[in-house]
T-cell receptor, first 115, second 113 residues
Framework: KAGVTQTPRYLIKTRGQQVTLSCSPISGHRSVSWYQQTPGQGLQFLFEYFSETQRNKGNFPGRFSGRQFSNSRSEMNVSTLELGDSALYLC??????????????FGEGSRLTVL | AQTVTQSQPEMSVQEAETVTLSCTYDTSESDYYLFWYKQPPSRQMILVIRQEAYKQQNATENRFSVNFQKAAKSFSLKISDSQLGDAAMYFCAYSRFREKLTFGTGTRLTIIP
């Protein structure tokens, strides 16, 4: 089985711009979660989508948004970028249903640098 | 709110020796999962070991084992016969069914040849 795929792997943006990150989960997984990883704040939960619906949401401003498509692929968008948005954005997938053991399968991440 | 604490920012161990990473957590729930994830320098996070809170028996995966003390809210990871490939950031994490993972701040493990 192919793992979780995130694109792009690296990107550089300037303040005020917006960015879209993409995540393809493991085949058959219907839940996709997004985490932000920074040296200062560690790993913080952004949101989770299950069957195209946002099921959980972290404490991030409205500039951070996401969506999930019918094929379970997910995108997250950050608008009006700030310097503090520089981070590694990790996507993780799971089955999300009763068979879920709680384990998440992570992608390699998208490294965003905001200048 | 649930919190996970890893009090050892860095640890080192000689190759082939044993090392224990500490983790404590705070929750008022009785049913939950605990995890140890490993993030090597290549950055992809992978699961090392998982423990369901209702199970009294400590989980074991080859050279990796945990000491789960539910009353003390402690969940330590023991790595036996340490190998160079074990060098990574190790994150302790907590979750409940269908809820987010709450991570600790991580422990950077260095293996000394």
């Amino acid at each position: 089985k192919a793992g979780v795929t995130q694109t792009p792997r690296y990107l550089i943006k300037t303040r005020g711009q917006q960015v879209t990150l993409s995540c393809s989960p493991i085949s058959g997984h219907r839940s996709v979660s997004w985490y932000q990883q920074t040296p200062g704040q560690g790993l913080q939960f952004l949101f989770e989508y299950f069957s195209e619906t946002q099921r959980n949401k972290g404490n991030f401003p409205g500039r951070f948004s996401g969506r999930q498509f019918s094929n379970s692929r997910s995108e997250m968008n950050v608008s009006t970028l700030e310097l503090g948005d520089s981070a590694l954005y990790l996507c993780a997938s799971s089955s999300g249903d009763r068979a879920n053991t709680g384990e998440l399968f992570f992608g390699e991440g998208s490294r965003l640098t905001v200048l | 709110a649930q919190t996970v604490t890893q009090s050892q920012p860095e640890m080192s161990v000689q190759e082939a020796e044993t090392v224990t990473l500490s983790c404590t957590y705070d929750t008022s729930e009785s049913d939950y999962y605990l995890f140890w994830y490993k993030q090597p320098p290549s950055r992809q996070m992978i699961l090392v070991i998982r423990q369901e809170a209702y199970k009294q028996q400590n989980a074991t995966e080859n050279r990796f084992s945990v000491n789960f003390q539910k009353a003390a809210k402690s969940f330590s990871l023991k790595i036996s016969d340490s190998q160079l490939g074990d060098a990574a950031m190790y994150f302790c994490a907590y979750s409940r069914f269908r809820e987010k993972l709450t991570f600790g701040t991580g422990t950077r493990l260095t293996i000394i040849p």
